[in-house]
Nanobody
């Protein structure tokens, strides 16, 4: 059974940092593309960052230069380091594992950035 468990969310002041973690089980983690999405109240879920099995990364324009996605295949874990946080980064952050045709989601972790 595939399971993705996010952690590391919380309340932080603008300009601060958080590191999100997503622990995966029940899959061949090292061959999956891993992604972080976020969804703010009243908005659609958006892709924040992605990392392929080979370590290639992509980022949304809104987070480039501030967020870093990484993975540790030995620990079946993907991370999202978030620096210089802004109030507009406030959202529920979701981990996603992609290996077409399968796509799996975690339960989400809340990130709140106060001004």
């Amino acid at each position: 059974q595939v399971q993705l468990v996010e952690s590391g969310g919380g309340l932080v002041q603008a300009g601060g940092s958080l590191r999100l973690s997503c622990a995966a089980s029940g899959m061949f983690f090292s061959i999956n593309t891993m992604r972080w999405y976020r969804q703010a109240p009243g908005k659609q879920r958006e892709l924040v960052a992605s990392i392929t099995r080979d370590g290639d990364t992509t980022y949304a324009d809104s987070v480039k230069g501030r967020f870093t996605i990484s993975r540790d295949n030995a620990r079946n874990t993907v991370y999202l380091q978030m620096n210089s946080l802004k109030p507009e980064d406030t959202a529920v952050y979701y981990c996603n594992s992609l290996r077409p045709p399968r796509s799996d989601w975690g339960q989400g972790t809340q990130v709140t950035v106060s001004s």
